[in-house]
């Protein structure tokens, strides 16, 4: 993957989440983004990887919010974890 900011979307494709989880994210200031224009998010691919670091150490889902967060941000949270750890072994 290039160096290149990505889009909701494509982050979504990349997390297997809906669009809105990741915009929910960014907004909640757990995720770093800018805007272009009024309406559209960039995510640096360097916030990205920083955040599935994150994911993937325990403590940092608690000091993420998701241990006091919805059930589907708890799951949508070890969905991640899951999907990530898969990417590192090679699965």
């Known amino acids: 993957m290039d160096s290149q900011p990505l889009t909701p979307e494509q982050l979504s494709e990349r997390w297997q989440c809906s669009k809105t989880l990741v915009i929910r994210t ?12 009024k309406k559209h998010f960039r995510i640096p691919i360097e916030a990205v990887k920083e955040y599935e670091a994150c994911l993937v150490k325990s403590n ?7 241990k006091s967060g919805t059930r589907a941000e708890k ?7 899951r999907q990530i750890s898969k990417k590192r072994s090679g699965v």
């Open 26 to 37: 960014i907004n909640e200031g757990k995720l770093s983004a800018f805007r272009l224009g």
């Open 60 to 66: 940092c889902i608690e000091g993420s919010g998701v």
């Open 75 to 81: 799951l949508a949270a070890h969905h991640l974890v």
